[in-house]
């Protein structure tokens, strides 16, 4: 039987200049790699910041898709770029870029590959409890490495046990190529941590 994968994304408000740059890039990836393409351009979770939207999002697709992929508006796949599932690892569910920064390992939610199934589900529902975390300034991907274990201990890093890190595996950085941490041949390049009016002209120097 043939795997149903997604590839899904969405932008509100300013961030949607940004999408009609990106959207392109994730509608020829998909095409060309048999994903269905989801874009969506309105709230799922109008009482909370932004950036929780995603969650509601990818818990609705990995029960009915065997990969889900999320990326953020800000992010562009080169047309170079291969199948991104050929880089999931066997009896790992979820797969981000782990961003190694100023002493801190970082895994960053711009781009996350998840395996669908209830384990999947499992883990957003609990991410999204971590109510905790609504305000903060990484939103639900602070919410991801806390239930991953991670804390800041003089650089963030993972070191409380945890049942979910065992089924995380990082991605190579060319996956999610972003300013502070950015790769020497990206596939997706990231446009994360650099002033808003500046994203743009950003995503354009890879545009080719």
Same mark, same amino acid.
């Given at each position: 039987?043939?795997?149903? @994968?997604?590839?899904?994304?969405?932008?509100?408000?300013?961030?949607?200049? &940004? *999408?009609?740059?990106?959207? =392109?890039?994730?509608?020829? /990836?998909?095409?060309?790699?048999?994903?269905? /393409?989801?874009?969506?351009?309105?709230? #799922?979770?109008? !009482?909370?910041?932004?950036? +929780?939207?995603?969650?509601?999002? &990818?818990?609705? *697709?990995?029960? !009915? /898709?065997?990969?889900?992929?999320?990326?953020?508006?800000?992010?562009?796949?080169?047309?170079?770029? =291969?199948?991104? $599932?050929?880089?999931?690892?066997?009896?790992?569910?979820?797969?981000?870029?782990?961003?190694?920064? !100023?002493?801190? @390992?970082?895994?960053?939610?711009?781009?996350?590959?998840?395996? %669908? %199934?209830?384990?999947?589900?499992?883990?957003?529902?609990?991410? +999204?409890?971590?109510?905790?975390?609504?305000?903060?300034? +990484?939103?639900?991907?602070? $919410?991801? #490495?806390?239930? #991953?274990?991670?804390?800041? *201990?003089?650089?963030?890093?993972?070191?409380?046990?945890?049942? +979910? @890190?065992? %089924?995380? $595996?990082?991605?190579?950085?060319?996956? !999610?190529?972003? =300013?502070?941490?950015?790769?020497?041949? =990206?596939?997706?390049?990231?446009?994360? %941590?650099?002033?808003?009016?500046?994203? &743009?002209? /950003?995503?354009?120097?890879?545009?080719?």
């Amino acid at each position: 039987m043939t795997e149903r @994968r997604a590839i899904c994304t969405m932008a509100h408000g300013s961030h949607v200049p &940004l *999408l009609d740059v990106t959207a =392109p890039t994730f509608a020829r /990836y998909a095409e060309r790699f048999g994903y269905d /393409y989801i874009e969506v351009r309105h709230r #799922l979770a109008p !009482n909370l910041p932004v950036s +929780w939207d995603k969650v509601p999002l &990818l818990q609705s *697709l990995v029960p !009915n /898709y065997d990969v889900v992929v999320w990326f953020d508006a800000d992010a562009m796949i080169r047309d170079d770029a =291969p199948d991104i $599932a050929a880089a999931m690892r066997p009896r790992r569910f979820l797969h981000m870029v782990e961003h190694r920064v !100023n002493g801190s @390992r970082i895994p960053n939610a711009g781009v996350i590959a998840l395996r %669908g %199934g209830r384990v999947s589900k499992r883990f957003l529902d609990a991410d +999204w409890k971590q109510r905790q975390f609504v305000a903060d300034k +990484w939103w639900e991907n602070a $919410a991801m #490495l806390h239930l #991953l274990g991670y804390r800041d *201990l003089e650089g963030l890093r993972p070191v409380v046990p945890s049942v +979910w @890190r065992l %089924g995380f $595996a990082t991605l190579d950085n060319a996956w !999610n190529s972003i =300013p502070e941490d950015p790769a020497a041949r =990206p596939f997706v390049v990231h446009c994360a %941590g650099i002033p808003f009016a500046q994203r &743009l002209e /950003y995503l354009q120097q890879f545009s080719s």
